[in-house]
């Protein structure tokens, strides 16, 4: 089938390769003259696992093109809509303007019978606006919300947990005749993870969209959940990783999305949460959202906390000292920078005194570009000379299997902050080091 996807940023790129690998003609638009030269070269224009191959793999065989022009669209009967939702500036609430814009772009290019999947995470009440403004092409509009993981996006994108289809309904809650075809053409695009066994959610409008936010403020509820028993343990002697362990053998609860450390970062979970609540304002039912709130400042607390533990480590001040910070993206096996837990804390170290030098394997180029004002360098044993405290803020299999013995050649100072809850504490006070972490002894 020809598709069309309109953007090609993390969800995008991926979901267009994808799609191409099921065996469709895929052409991808972006207004990003150099992310569209990459993706035609068969170049990822960010770290992903999996997707370079993935596009040398289905740009070789024809059925992949990208663009910057919208006319390219012509012809396609699937539209796929992937651009960004970025937190307003100021604001909790979503910037739609890439969405409005996409949509309105394709109407001329629309015939009666087409589809425009939004995968956008969007406030609920955005896809019956847009469904209302489609209206007079005779395109029907499905809302399929995108639960992807960076560092996992080609395996969720192919292998997802479950699809989610949104279609117009009558006032019954049925389906509309134009929602069935839509679905059906839907479930074409999607036969082979469907005939996998995928599950599929057939709902309303305005459920998909609530999935989506759903999803993400349960999975920010289970991180700050653990992170805010890290606070009772630190107090009360406790320690986190045990007790999530603990935890984490009731099925109820599960081990998943128990890790307790910095918190969490990246372009979806927190402004979700923040978009998510003003939503729920304007819809005047706030209170039942207020958790929410309570769920970002135990997020923030704990970089503030770190902030603090390194502080004691020094020895009460941070001048003179030289901090070497493990990692700067939000997460391992992903280039991205957005609302990175690392990089806020390097960056509130360096404007508490210390001179910081950051280390990460693929996002020392982004950081340099939000936060020019730290100091970086690639190879980790340069990152880590002199360092009077070193830093884990972002768990690389790197980083976590450095050998203490070694890195203590480097240093000035044996103290390690461990900001993930993942260096073997016995194995690092063996080699000399003091081990200080959040939520432990
Ligand atoms: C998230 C959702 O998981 C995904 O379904 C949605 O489509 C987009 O948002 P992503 O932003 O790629 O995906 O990252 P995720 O793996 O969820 O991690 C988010 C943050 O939480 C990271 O900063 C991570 O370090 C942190 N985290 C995760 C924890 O602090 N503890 C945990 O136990 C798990």
Redesign the pocket.
């Known amino acids: 089938m020809r598709i069309s996807v309109i953007g090609c940023g993390y969800l995008g790129a991926v979901h267009a390769a994808a799609m191409a690998s099921l065996g469709h003609e895929v052409v991808g638009i972006d207004v990003d003259e150099r992310k569209v030269e990459a993706l035609r070269a068969g170049r990822a224009p960010f770290f992903e696992p999996g997707l370079p191959e993935l596009l040398l793999e289905a740009g070789a065989g024809g059925g992949l093109t990208f663009g910057t022009d919208i006319a390219e669209v012509a012809g396609a009967r699937v539209h796929f809509v992937c651009v960004g939702t970025p937190q307003m500036a100021g604001e909790f609430r979503a910037d739609l303007s890439y969405v409005d814009a996409s949509v309105t772009s394709l109407v001329p290019y629309l015939r009666p019978g087409d589809v425009v999947v939004g995968k956008s995470?969007v406030p609920v009440g955005t896809a019956e606006r847009l469904a209302a403004q489609l209206a007079p092409t005779g395109a029907t509009l499905v809302w399929n919300p995108?639960?992807?993981?960076?560092?996992f996006a080609v395996e969720?994108t192919l292998h997802p947990d479950r699809f989610v289809y949104g279609l117009p309904t009558d006032a019954e809650g049925v389906a509309t005749p134009a929602g069935e075809a839509a679905k059906a053409l839907l479930d074409e695009v999607y036969a082979t993870p469907l005939s996998d066994g995928t599950p599929l959610v057939v709902t309303d409008y305005a459920t998909a969209q609530l999935v989506?936010v759903a999803?993400?403020s349960f999975?920010?509820t289970?991180?700050s959940f653990?992170?805010a028993m890290a606070e009772l343990c630190e107090t009360a002697g406790g320690d986190v990783t045990q007790l999530a362990d603990a935890i984490g053998y009731d099925a109820r609860i599960g081990r998943?999305?128990?890790?307790?450390?910095?918190?969490?970062?990246?372009?979806?979970?927190p402004k979700?949460i923040r978009a998510f609540m003003a939503r729920a304002g304007e819809l005047g039912v706030d209170q039942a959202l207020t958790f929410l709130r309570e769920i970002d400042s135990i997020n923030g607390r704990r970089r503030e906390r770190m902030v603090e533990l390194a502080r004691e480590v020094c020895g009460g001040s941070f001048v003179g000292k030289r901090i070497a910070v493990l990692g700067a993206t939000?997460?391992p096996n992903?280039d991205d920078v957005r609302d990175?837990?690392a990089l806020a804390v390097a960056d509130m170290l360096e404007k508490a005194g210390a001179h910081v030098v950051v280390t990460d394997p693929q996002g020392i180029e982004n950081a340099r570009a939000v936060r020019p004002n730290l100091e970086y360098e690639a190879d980790v044993l340069e990152a880590v000379r002199d360092a009077d405290v070193v830093l884990l803020g972002?768990?690389w299999t790197q980083y976590r299997e450095l050998d203490p013995a070694q890195l203590a050649g480097a240093v000035r100072g044996l103290h390690v902050l461990d900001g993930?809850n993942v260096l073997d504490p016995v194995r690092w006070r063996e080699a000399g080091w003091t081990y200080r972490a959040l939520g432990r002894p």
């Open positions: 995470t995108e639960f992807l993981r960076e560092g969720d989506k999803a993400n999975l920010a289970k991180i653990i992170n998943k999305f128990l890790n307790a450390g910095l918190g969490f970062g990246g372009g979806c979970l979700d939000f997460k992903s990175s837990p972002t768990e993930r």
